[in-house]
């Protein structure tokens, strides 16, 4: 049976791992900087982000992190999936399935106009699993992103 819960503090050791498993799948397996005491912080003291732990017959396989964004053009909040994990040996049981549609009905309790993520372009067997679940690509679109030391001289603090 699976079952999806929220995260509770002493789940904060086993989301590291998870995302230690996703990045390596994700081939940046050095690319984790986090900690536990950084992802206990995001998730419950400032409570930038959620997380949501998936488990089958009582056993953590999978987590989804996500948090709120805003669009003005629906003039509502979003949830952006940061990421989705489910271990090797539980794929193919309905664990993803299962966690995108407990994080829709979120997104629908709450109000929200927009349900989105961002996949990796090689990574074909989750494009063809979100396109099963009624994904569409924003192919028009190109994500932005400024870390490290260009994110510093951005900000004029170089």
Known sequence: MIAIRPAAPEDVALILDLVREL???EREPDA???TE?????ALFETRVA????????????GFALFFHNFST???????????LYVTPDARGAGVGKALLRHLAGIALD?????FEWAVLDWNTPAIDFYRAMGAQPMDEWTVQRVTGDALVALAGRA
């Open 23 to 25: 990045a390596v799948y």
């Open 37 to 41: 005491a950084m992802l206990r912080k």
């Open 73 to 83: 053009w629906t003039g509502k909040p979003g949830i952006y999936l940061e990421d």
């Open 50 to 61: 959620e997380s949501l732990i998936a488990e089958l017959d009582g056993v953590a396989v």
């Open 32 to 34: 984790v900087v986090a």
């Open 110 to 114: 709450r109000d929200c106009g927009r």
